[in-house]
């Protein structure tokens, strides 16, 4: 399984931007497509956004559509999750993730829990005045 970890998160106000990064050890993610979730405590998991493995595709849920941007860093073994504009809404906890039960196509996130997938910790982002 592929080791992710996710960094970048913190505080911001209303209206400001955060770049979060999920960063593979020992792996690049050339072979992956990838996905954003979030989560806020009490709340179910929810997707954000997902690139698929050569990059070709991107899809945002409509509620970050416009405002978040997903990519893959040159080094190969980081993606990106570019987040402008900031509401309080987004504030949670943002994973990062690699399944073979997740599919990425400019139409859709798709994604179906397996047992060979692999979660960052999460990183904490905290959108207040």
């Known amino acids: 399984q592929v080791q992710l970890v996710e960094s970048g998160g913190g505080l911001v106000q209303p209206g400001g931007s955060l770049r979060l990064s999920c960063t593979a050890s020992?792996?690049?993610?050339?072979?992956?497509?990838v996905g954003w979730f979030r989560q806020v405590p009490g709340k179910e998991r929810e997707k954000v956004s997902c690139i698929s493995a050569n990059a070709g595709s991107t899809y945002y849920e409509e509620i970050v559509k416009g405002r978040f941007t997903i990519s893959k860093g040159s080094t190969k073994n980081t993606v990106y999750l570019e987040m402008n504009n900031l509401k309080p809404d987004d504030t949670a906890t943002y994973y990062c993730?690699?399944?073979?039960?997740?599919?990425?196509?400019?139409?859709?996130?798709?994604?179906?829990?397996?047992?060979?997938?692999?979660w960052g910790q999460g990183t904490l982002v905290t959108v207040s005045s």
């Open positions: 020992s792996f690049t993610l050339d072979n992956y497509a």
């Open positions: 993730s690699t399944d073979p039960g997740l599919m990425c196509t400019s139409r859709g996130f798709h994604y179906t829990r397996t047992d060979f997938g692999s």
